[in-house]
Nanobody
Framework: QVQLQESGPGLVKPSQTLSLTCTVS??????????WSWIRQPPGKGLEWIGY??????YYSPSLKSRTSISRDTSKNQFTLQLSSVTPEDTAVYYC???????WGKGTEVIVST
């Protein structure tokens, strides 16, 4: 059974780069699914899709594209999210999972604040 776990700092200062890692267990990111995604949910708001990484390419939300980078480490069965120049508007619970499929991680809260 595939399981996903998000990890990373819970607090990031404005203008810094947010970096989160998604560790996949019970399956391989190179064989089980094709698109590994990040989404987020700001407090009191709906889910926002950030982007995904496929076998040989990435695709990002147009609104976040200039600040987003998703990469993967197949040797560790992990994929990562980097979001640069963060502001308090980036405060949210961040989730990782296979795009359009299940399961997803439980989420990790990131607060952008001084």
């Amino acid at each position: 059974q595939v399981q996903l776990q998000e990890s990373g700092p819970g607090l990031v200062k404005p203008s810094q780069t947010l970096s989160l890692t998604c560790t996949v267990s019970g399956g391989s990111i190179t064989t089980n699914y094709y698109y590994w995604s990040w989404i987020r949910q700001p407090p009191g708001k709906g889910l926002e899709w950030i982007g995904y990484i496929g076998y040989s390419y990435t695709y990002y939300s147009p609104s976040l594209k200039s600040r987003t980078s998703i990469s993967r480490d197949t040797s560790k069965n992990q994929f990562t999210l980097q979001l640069s120049s963060v502001t308090p508007e980036d405060t949210a619970v961040y989730y990782c999972g296979p795009d359009g499929m299940d399961p997803w991680g439980k989420g990790t809260e990131v607060i952008v604040s001084t």
